[in-house]
């Protein structure tokens, strides 16, 4: 089993920045890919960024590329997210995901993970 614990998330203005982070616990060692994913109110949940663990190569969403980051600390499974200037269509519930299925992200929102977070509320007015 992994556990994932995000924070990070708000309230803030259109334009600013937010950094999220996950904390992954239990058998972290099996959590080959990690990510985050977004779901706002009325809208099917969307992959935002992916990292191998191992070798730290990232991806990200075609909507949100060049405004977030995706770091890890490892081997401590911590993974952060950098978004950067928020904008209003960008709030929702931001979770943390884990994959122990394969040993990287292959690119596959649907099933690279099967672990979840309970997610961290962005909320961004204009």
């Known amino acids: 089993q992994v556990k994932l614990v995000e924070s990070g998330g708000g309230s803030v203005q259109a334009g600013e920045s937010l950094r999220l982070s996950c904390q992954a616990s239990?058998?972290?060692?099996?959590?080959?890919?990690m990510g985050w994913f977004r779901q706002a109110p009325g809208k099917e949940r969307e992959g935002v960024a992916a990292?191998?663990?191992?070798?730290?190569?990232?991806f990200d969403s075609a909507s949100l590329r060049g405004r977030v980051t995706i770091s890890q600390v490892y081997p401590q499974n911590t993974v952060y997210l950098q978004i950067n200037s928020l904008k209003p269509e960008d709030s929702g519930m931001y979770y943390c995901?884990?994959?122990?299925?394969?040993?990287?992200?292959?690119?596959?929102?649907?099933?690279?993970?099967?672990?979840w977070g309970q997610g961290t509320q962005v909320t961004v007015s204009s």
């Open positions: 995901a884990a994959g122990r299925l394969y040993d990287y992200c292959t690119g596959n929102w649907d099933t690279d993970f099967d672990y």
């Open positions: 990292i191998s663990t191992a070798s730290g190569n990232t």
């Open positions: 239990g058998y972290t060692s099996a959590a080959k890919c």
